[in-house]
């Protein structure tokens, strides 16, 4: 049974730092992309970042390139988001995805079987 457990959400000031994490188990050792996604009140769930292999291939929201960072542990079991200089629009419920085996390191959520139960991110202006 594949569970993906989010951590690290939380409330901070406009131009603040947060680091979430996404805990996963029971997925096949090996092909599997990981992503992180988000979704506001009232608005489509959107896809932020994507990673395949710790990193060999990694993709980005375009509003989110330079700000925020997706990284994989070297056992592939936890995958990290990093988010730096967080604006106001990035409040949403964060959720983490898992596609097995990974086709690509897509940002549609239509790729993504797993998911987790979502951590929340709240930024003050």
């Known amino acids: 049974q594949v569970q993906l457990v989010e951590s690290g959400g939380g409330s901070v000031q406009a131009g603040g730092s947060l680091l979430l994490s996404c805990a996963a188990s029971?997925?096949?050792?090996?092909?599997?992309?990981m992503a992180w996604f988000r979704q506001a009140p009232g608005k489509e769930r959107e896809g932020v970042a994507a990673?395949?292999?710790?990193?060999?291939?990694?993709s980005y929201h375009d509003s989110v390139k330079g700000r925020f960072t997706i990284s994989q542990d070297g056992a592939k079991r936890t995958v990290y988001l990093q988010m730096n200089s967080l604006k106001p629009e990035d409040t949403a419920m964060y959720y983490c995805?898992?596609?097995?085996?990974?086709?690509?390191?897509?940002?549609?959520?239509?790729?993504?079987?797993?998911w987790g139960q979502g951590t929340q991110v709240t930024i003050s202006s």
């Open positions: 995805a898992a596609q097995s085996p990974c086709i690509s390191t897509t940002l549609a959520k239509e790729a993504y079987a797993y």
């Open positions: 990673i395949y292999r710790g990193g060999v291939r990694t």
């Open positions: 029971g997925l096949a050792y090996g092909s599997n992309c």
